[in-house]
């Protein structure tokens, strides 16, 4: 797909008006090595068409390549070449903005001095009157030390300023809620402990982001016990429930018992650690895993996991996830007749899927569908509508089971822009919590506005 490509650039094309000519650029482009997303046309004459064509690469040696071929397209010029990407990130992709206007001296005075006082006293006699009266009920820390960004690695908060910005503008956009990043320039753990400790007043909810194992583990426990609002760090739990969700789906279109098989996880990371626990939990089987670290194995067994291998899980697992970040770790004589492969490795992932399911396995899928974008936002939407202190195993699973359900036949998971979906998964949420005792007497389903 052209979407699992590195580069993204927009080519502006006048090609003269004559039969054959955009043909012949198109099959250049795909010569060269290049994908083609949208063609836009722009103006038409008698004598020649603009078009804006975006293409996708691997790097930018590739770009090149790819536009010196449609240089050399006969009666092709290239006019612009353009990064929509980086345009659409200047300046930021996201704001604070005022919910009302201040048109009027009236105005003025109900929403700054002096009739704001009136509300400060208020929440001074009572502070549970801050969740009606300021926006605390909706905003939440998106808290990153820039350590793992994507697989990126270690880059520093400020360069996963952007991923911060997306995940803000994914809660806002799916489910209402303000994310706001918060950069640490720090990577000691007593220290991001104690930051996010002192800013958590503002927040309803706290998803720590991007922050490497194993010290992913220590701040997100350590954070949690100290607050009463839900500490989540997403590249763990987030990846759990969806990649949980897919593996539900892949065993539903096999006719496969999750509770019967043997599962393995190759990768024991942050997401691949979560993705084990997870399944342990729900299924009550131990999971094999397999890591290249002896410090990660052993956290696993502790945490009821079994100590493994990549052979030996491709031979004796039943359903086999990965989450290495290494391309082609699984090859194609270790997949046994009927197993269940999910390689999640974005974007190269440990096998192809069609070359899994070319040696026999029952089903295959890679990375690009299993995006903890279909979780996040309902789960911190529904564990802040339910005034939850804290996010559950249990809402964990329901969110994880209401994905599988509503996962249309023949795909892997729902559409993760599907606003239904991240709805009912935050309903969901909220009712496990309501379910546990842990939630507010008087929570009401979110409604878009």
Not at 130 to 145: F, L, N, P, Q
Not at 159 to 166: I, Q, S
Not at 237 to 244: E, P
Request: with cysteine.
């Amino acid at each position: 797909m052209a979407w699992e490509r590195k580069l993204i650039r927009t080519v502006r094309v006048r090609n003269s008006q004559a039969r054959g000519v955009l043909a012949r650029l198109l099959t250049a482009i795909s010569d060269a090595g290049g994908d083609i997303g949208s063609i836009e046309m722009l103006t038409e004459t008698s004598q020649h068409v603009v078009r804006d064509i975006t293409i996708y690469a691997e790097n930018e040696a590739h770009v090149e390549r790819i536009l010196d071929a449609i240089r050399d397209n006969e009666s092709s010029r290239v006019i612009q070449v353009r990064d929509e990407v980086l345009e659409l990130h200047q300046k930021g992709k996201i704001a604070i903005r005022s919910r009302y206007p201040i048109d009027s001296m009236t105005t003025l005075r109900r929403v700054y001095t002096p009739g704001v006082a009136e509300v400060c006293r208020l929440i001074a006699a009572d502070p549970s009157m801050a969740w009606t009266y300021t926006s605390i009920s909706h905003m939440v820390a998106i808290v990153t030390d820039g350590t793992a960004v994507l697989g990126l690695g270690d880059i520093g908060s400020l360069a996963g300023m952007p991923v911060m910005e997306g995940k803000a503008m994914l809660m806002e956009t799916l489910v209402g809620l303000s994310g706001l990043p918060i950069l640490l320039d720090t990577k000691d753990t007593e220290e991001i402990i104690a930051a996010v400790k002192a800013i958590a007043p503002t927040f309803a909810a706290i998803q720590l982001e991007d922050i490497s194992a194993p010290r992913c583990f220590e701040i997100e426990e350590r954070l949690q016990a100290m607050l009463d609002i839900p500490v989540l760090h997403d590249d763990q739990h987030g990846t759990a429930v969806v990649s949980t969700a897919a593996v539900m789906v892949a065993a539903r279109e096999t006719g496969r018992d999750m509770n019967k098989a043997v599962i393995g996880q190759i990768g024991l990371g942050a997401a691949g650690n979560a993705i084990g626990k997870m399944l342990m939990r729900l299924t009550g089987n131990p999971v094999h895993g397999a890591d290249l670290s002896e410090e990660a194995l052993e956290r696993f067994e502790r945490e009821g996991g079994r100590k493994s291998n990549l052979k030996e899980i491709m031979a004796e697992c039943d359903i086999v996830i990965a989450t290495t970040g290494a391309p082609n770790l699984i090859k194609p004589e270790m997949v046994r007749k009927g197993q269940i492969i999910l390689a999640l490795s974005n974007p190269n992932p440990e096998i192809d899927p069609d070359l899994a399911l070319e040696r026999g396995a029952a089903f295959a899928a890679d990375g690009k569908s299993v995006n903890n974008v279909l979780g996040f936002p309902g789960i911190f939407r529904g564990a802040v509508d339910a005034h939850a202190p804290r996010i559950t195993h249990e809402m964990l699973v329901a969110a994880a089971e209401t994905i599988a359900a509503m996962t249309p036949p023949g795909e892997l998971v729902p559409n993760p822009l599907d606003k239904k979906v991240h709805h009912a998964v935050a309903r969901a949420v909220a009712e496990m919590a309501i379910k546990q005792g842990i939630a507010r007497a008087d929570y009401v389903p979110y409604v878009e506005e």
